[in-house]
């Protein structure tokens, strides 16, 4: 540094020169000290240093060429399971262990703890070459194939994963390669049993009885499939959930043959379609008896998972639509119910006994959205939940029941067999009976006295119609880190080295068009993003309540001009299916788009 001179005044040179004759004299005595200045006020905090992984998507894993990715769970060990759901059959590219993803396939990325994976995270690559877009690609682990559609594990299942037999004469009905959910139920160190749901008409759910070695690497010791004729078979058995009281839960989805604005297809029992429709498989799963369409579109719980014989019921309580999942919160009351379907609903319900779903009140969520906003990457909504009606699996199923041995033989051109429009809307005006078929009621009902079957037969009508939100387009998977939501809720210390405050229940959303994007009722988004969907959240509130969704992240501008997949970009979310929460708070997204090879994603929220 220069130095720079000095300039002195002559006043002020005069005084310096008297202090300086000053200082030799004596000096006197100390003077006693003075009493202390008050404090000062404290400073600003200053602002948190930015997290540099917070807010940016990691590319965990591909899968090949055709498939989605479903079935993400991760254990309490981190062991992070998913499946590659019908990928393409024409892919030919064996992987290290000899494997080719041609058919459905269940696996596990092996020999990896995702509870402790490095601060810095690195990306798996996008696939470029045959060999890369016809495998798994992964960032961390190996992916390790715990069974394919159609394997015997040496005559432990002879009848093969995934395959679906008739209930009388065992009559292979499909071989299916759409495995889907997975839900872990951990017996010991190492051990457990991987449930796992296989999506088709009819459906089905798995057990692999697995061991983990030292090195992290699996073997399947057992396996079955479970046995669902107890309540009349299964379908479309997609994404699902296990209970805080361990036990798993199945979604049965696009079963339910309706839309926003009617009820049940009365296609059902037309004789015509029967050889030209999926819905044929379920004729053929119950012959010779018909099969009643009011008997499936509900969420199943495997209760006694770990015994030799699982037994399966059917909450009828939870309502009947396209269910995707059913997140039950701590206190195994509350429950949160996503509608996969164009015209969707988000539904809860709220147990009257905990760890009890047989018996509760169903509500369905009215939104409003926030005034000035349609972009999706920042418009959220307020929520209001409005009561539908309470109802038991046993007084439901005597409902359901009535429509038992309806065949083929009854089906009339233009006429239904199930219930109408006008019988929803004969429930929601407070009608004392049901209208007469020449009024437009159904036949089975027709001048009968008033109850509340409309609420869990045609759950998503009913709650349209009492004012509830129906515009929700592909409304996946719903969920939350339970640990996470008690210690928020509660107060119960349950994540080491973090005061939890907040919790949230995330919604995956596909696509972000049609009734979301119409300009009509309560939710009307623009359509930048479209097709390439995003990712929402709901702060959890006293009881477990919900009052607000709010966007977290949201796939790329849609460009339309494009085609393919380049109508979402590579590097960001392209129509997110589901989504699983980590006990540190980042999520796990699995996507179900038009990728070449659709992506696992890590997202690390701002603030979570």
Same mark, same amino acid.
């Given at each position: 540094?220069?130095?720079?001179?000095?300039? /002195?005044?002559?006043?002020?040179?005069?005084?310096?020169?008297?202090?300086?004759?000053?200082?030799?004299?004596?000096?006197?005595?100390?003077?006693?000290?003075?009493?202390?200045?008050?404090?000062?006020?404290?400073?600003?905090?200053?602002?948190?240093?930015?997290?540099?992984?917070?807010?940016?998507?990691?590319?965990?894993?591909?899968?090949? @060429?055709?498939?989605?990715?479903?079935?993400?769970?991760?254990?309490?060990?981190?062991?992070?399971?998913?499946?590659?759901?019908?990928?393409?059959?024409?892919?030919?590219?064996?992987?290290?262990?000899?494997?080719?993803?041609?058919?459905?396939?269940?696996?596990?990325?092996?020999?990896?703890?995702? $509870?402790?994976?490095? +601060?810095?995270?690195?990306?798996?690559?996008?696939?470029?070459?045959?060999?890369?877009?016809?495998?798994?690609?992964?960032?961390?682990?190996?992916?390790?194939?715990?069974?394919?559609? !159609?394997?015997?594990?040496?005559?432990?299942?002879?009848?093969?994963?995934?395959?679906?037999?008739?209930?009388?004469?065992?009559?292979?009905?499909?071989?299916?390669?759409?495995?889907?959910?997975?839900?872990?139920?951990?017996?010991?160190?190492?051990?457990?049993?991987?449930?796992?749901?296989?999506?088709?008409?009819?459906?089905?759910?798995?057990? /692999?009885?697995?061991?983990?070695?030292? %090195?992290?690497?699996? @073997?399947?010791?057992?396996?079955?499939?479970?046995?669902?004729?107890?309540?009349?078979?299964?379908?479309a058995n997609c994404f699902g959930s296990v209970t805080p009281w361990n036990t798993p839960l199945t979604s049965?989805?696009?079963?339910?043959?309706?839309?926003?604005?009617?009820?049940?297809?009365?296609?059902? $029992?037309?004789?015509?379609?029967?050889?030209?429709?999926?819905?044929?498989?379920?004729?053929?799963?119950?012959?010779?008896?018909?099969? =009643?369409?009011?008997?499936?579109?509900?969420?199943?719980?495997?209760?006694?998972?770990?015994?030799?014989?699982?037994?399966?019921?059917?909450?009828?309580?939870?309502?009947?639509?396209?269910? +995707?999942?059913?997140?039950?919160?701590?206190?195994?009351?509350?429950?949160?119910?996503?509608?996969?379907? @164009?015209?969707?609903?988000?539904?809860?319900?709220?147990?009257?006994?905990?760890?009890?779903?047989?018996?509760?009140?169903?509500?369905?969520?009215?939104?409003?959205?926030?005034? !000035?906003?349609?972009?999706?990457?920042?418009?959220?909504?307020?929520?209001?939940?409005?009561?539908?009606?309470?109802?038991? $699996?046993?007084?439901?199923?005597?409902?359901?029941?009535?429509?038992?041995?309806?065949?083929?033989?009854?089906y009339v051109e233009g006429e239904t067999s199930y219930m109408t429009m006008a019988d929803v809307e004969a429930?929601?005006?407070?009608?004392?009976?049901?209208?007469?078929?020449?009024?437009?009621?159904?036949?089975?009902?027709?001048?009968?006295?008033?109850?509340?079957?409309?609420?869990?037969?045609?759950?998503? %009508?009913?709650?349209?119609?009492?004012?509830?939100?129906?515009?929700?387009?592909?409304?996946?998977?719903?969920?939350?880190? @339970?640990?996470?939501?008690?210690?928020?809720?509660?107060?119960?210390?349950?994540?080491?080295?973090?005061?939890?405050?907040?919790?949230?229940?995330?919604?995956?959303?596909?696509?972000?068009?049609?009734?979301?994007?119409? =300009?009509?009722?309560?939710?009307?988004?623009?359509?930048?993003?479209?097709?390439?969907?995003?990712?929402?959240?709901?702060?959890?509130?006293?009881?477990?309540?919900?009052?607000?969704?709010?966007?977290?992240? /949201?796939?790329?501008?849609?460009?339309?001009?494009?085609?393919?997949?380049?109508?979402?970009?590579?590097?960001?979310?392209?129509?997110?299916?589901?989504?699983?929460?980590?006990?540190?708070?980042?999520?796990?997204?699995?996507?179900?788009?038009?990728?070449?090879?659709?992506?696992?994603?890590?997202?690390?929220?701002?603030?979570?």
């Amino acid at each position: 540094m220069e130095h720079k001179k000095i300039k /002195m005044s002559a006043l002020a040179l005069s005084v310096l020169l008297a202090l300086t004759a000053c200082s030799d004299g004596d000096d006197g005595a100390q003077g006693s000290t003075g009493a202390a200045g008050q404090n000062g006020t404290d400073g600003l905090d200053g602002t948190n240093g930015s997290d540099g992984s917070a807010g940016k998507l990691t590319r965990l894993a591909t899968v090949p @060429t055709g498939a989605e990715v479903t079935g993400i769970f991760l254990s309490q060990e981190g062991d992070l399971f998913f499946n590659a759901q019908h990928p393409s059959d024409s892919n030919t590219v064996t992987n290290a262990a000899g494997k080719t993803f041609h058919t459905g396939t269940v696996g596990v990325l092996a020999g990896v703890n995702f $509870n402790n994976l490095p +601060e810095t995270l690195i990306d798996s690559p996008v696939p470029v070459s045959d060999a890369e877009r016809q495998t798994v690609m992964s960032a961390y682990g190996q992916y390790q194939v715990l069974g394919q559609t !159609g394997d015997t594990y040496e005559g432990k299942l002879p009848k093969g994963l995934g395959h679906i037999y008739s209930m009388v004469g065992d009559e292979l009905i499909l071989e299916n390669d759409m495995p889907d959910f997975n839900g872990f139920i951990q017996t010991g160190a190492g051990k457990g049993y991987l449930f796992t749901n296989w999506e088709m008409y009819p459906g089905g759910m798995s057990r /692999m009885a697995l061991e983990k070695d030292n %090195q992290g690497s699996w @073997t399947v010791t057992d396996a079955m499939m479970l046995d669902f004729d107890g309540v009349k078979g299964t379908a479309a058995n997609c994404f699902g959930s296990v209970t805080p009281w361990n036990t798993p839960l199945t979604s049965e989805e696009w079963i339910v043959n309706s839309k926003v604005d009617t009820t049940t297809h009365p296609d059902w $029992n037309n004789p015509a379609v029967m050889n030209t429709d999926i819905i044929g498989y379920m004729w053929q799963l119950t012959a010779p008896d018909a099969p =009643n369409p009011y008997r499936y579109g509900y969420i199943a719980e495997v209760q006694n998972p770990t015994s030799n014989e699982p037994m399966v019921v059917k909450h009828y309580a939870l309502g009947r639509f396209e269910h +995707e999942n059913a997140t039950v919160m701590p206190d195994g009351k509350t429950v949160y119910l996503s509608q996969d379907d @164009t015209g969707g609903v988000l539904f809860k319900f709220v147990a009257d006994t905990p760890e009890d779903l047989s018996a509760g009140t169903l509500y369905g969520a009215k939104l409003t959205q926030d005034v !000035g906003q349609n972009d999706p990457a920042t418009t959220g909504f307020d929520v209001a939940w409005i009561e539908l009606g309470h109802g038991d $699996n046993a007084m439901i199923e005597a409902w359901i029941a009535d429509f038992d041995g309806i065949g083929t033989d009854q089906y009339v051109e233009g006429e239904t067999s199930y219930m109408t429009m006008a019988d929803v809307e004969a429930w929601a005006n407070g009608a004392a009976t049901y209208p007469t078929v020449a009024n437009g009621g159904g036949k089975v009902t027709a001048g009968e006295p008033m109850d509340n079957r409309a609420v869990f037969l045609e759950s998503r %009508q009913a709650a349209r119609l009492k004012g509830a939100t129906a515009e929700w387009r592909k409304l996946e998977g719903i969920s939350i880190n @339970t640990k996470r939501a008690q210690e928020a809720i509660e107060g119960v210390n349950t994540i080491d080295g973090e005061d939890v405050r907040d919790a949230y229940v995330y919604l995956a959303i596909a696509d972000l068009d049609n009734t979301l994007i119409d =300009n009509e009722g309560d939710i009307q988004l623009s359509s930048r993003v479209k097709d390439c969907g995003g990712v929402y959240r709901a702060k959890l509130e006293e009881g477990y309540n919900i009052s607000r969704i709010e966007p977290l992240v /949201m796939g790329s501008t849609y460009r339309s001009s494009l085609s393919g997949a380049a109508r979402c970009d590579v590097d960001q979310l392209s129509q997110p299916d589901n989504v699983i929460v980590m006990d540190d708070g980042r999520i796990i997204i699995g996507e179900d788009g038009f990728q070449e090879n659709n992506t696992l994603w890590l997202y690390e929220p701002v603030k979570k």
